[in-house]
């Protein structure tokens, strides 16, 4: 059964420093990774997209990897923002079925 | 922007009564999930509908716990009788295929039972 781990549960970092939130799996036969955020009382949103063949995927100031050999996955968030205060979920799909695993978030908070 | 409608938002019900949450998946996505979140267990899985068929409820309450797709436009929900310990926010996702190109997400509907 997929285990999906997010490491650190929270973090606090002041506003422009760079940052890279870390996702683990433990079944390394997946077919994709999702990254989102979800904002407090808010539903989750898309951020970005990993298919299995793939290594990474970029959107503006996020950067998101995948080792599938090492079952791990990072986001990285360039020049942080207060507005980037969420908390991020990776989810993997490892079914071919559309149906993935979440992890539990990591809490981010950047301090103006 | 194409998205999931998720009705109603916000529902205060009181212990025993019949609650119904419905999802309008987007348009040509033709699976739909329901998840529910909660701030001890997360993220869980319920049960999820490929071509309106049901693929799984494992994660479902089968007792009380009911979910349709009447047609390819419309999911439903249903928990009768309701219990305080159904309070929590379900949402509804959609995707398109069977490979998964990712998920997309309702805004919630927010169930307080007292």
């Given at each position: 059964?997929q285990?999906v781990?997010?490491?650190?549960?929270?973090?606090?970092?002041?506003?422009?420093?760079?940052?890279?939130?870390?996702?683990?799996f433990?079944?390394?036969?997946i077919?994709?990774l999702?990254?989102?955020?979800?904002?407090?009382?808010?539903?989750?949103?898309?951020?970005?997209?990993?298919?299995?063949?793939?290594?990474?995927?970029?959107?503006?100031?996020?950067?998101?990897?995948?080792?599938?050999?090492?079952?791990?996955?990072?986001?990285?968030?360039?020049?942080?923002?207060?507005?980037?205060?969420?908390?991020?979920?990776?989810a993997v799909d490892d079914?071919?079925?559309?149906?993935s695993t979440?992890?539990?978030?990591?809490?981010?908070?950047?301090?103006? | 922007?194409?998205?999931?409608?998720?009705?109603?938002?916000?529902?205060?019900?009181?212990?025993?009564?019949?609650?119904?949450?419905?999802?309008?998946?987007?348009?040509?996505?033709?699976?739909?999930?329901?998840?529910?979140?909660?701030?001890?267990?997360?993220?869980?899985?319920?049960?999820?509908?490929?071509?309106?068929?049901?693929?799984?409820?494992?994660?479902?309450?089968?007792?009380?716990?009911?979910?349709?797709?009447?047609?390819?436009?419309?999911?439903?929900?249903?928990?009768?009788?309701?219990?305080?310990?159904?309070?929590?926010?379900?949402?509804?996702?959609?995707?398109?295929?069977?490979?998964?190109?990712?998920?997309?997400?309702?805004?919630?509907?927010?169930?307080?039972?007292?």
């Amino acid at each position: 059964k997929q285990e999906v781990t997010q490491i650190p549960a929270a973090l606090s970092v002041p506003e422009g420093e760079n940052l890279v939130l870390n996702c683990s799996f433990t079944d390394s036969a997946i077919y994709n990774l999702q990254w989102f955020r979800q904002d407090p009382g808010k539903g989750l949103t898309s951020l970005l997209l990993i298919q299995s063949s793939q290594r990474e995927q970029t959107s503006g100031r996020l950067n998101a990897s995948l080792d599938k050999s090492s079952g791990r996955s990072t986001l990285y968030i360039a020049a942080s923002q207060p507005g980037d205060s969420a908390t991020y979920l990776c989810a993997v799909d490892d079914t071919n079925a559309g149906k993935s695993t979440f992890g539990d978030g990591t809490t981010l908070t950047v301090k103006p | 922007d194409a998205r999931v409608t998720q009705t109603p938002r916000h529902k205060v019900t009181e212990m025993g009564q019949e609650v119904t949450m419905r999802c309008q998946p987007i348009l040509g996505h033709n699976t739909v999930f329901w998840y529910r979140q909660t701030m001890m267990q997360g993220l869980e899985l319920l049960a999820y509908f490929r071509n309106r068929a049901p693929l799984d409820d494992s994660g479902m309450p089968k007792d009380r716990f009911s979910a349709e797709m009447p047609d390819a436009t419309l999911a439903t929900l249903k928990i009768q009788p309701s219990e305080p310990r159904d309070s929590a926010v379900y949402f509804c996702a959609s995707a398109e295929g069977a490979v998964g190109y990712g998920y997309t997400f309702g805004s919630g509907t927010r169930l307080t039972v007292v």
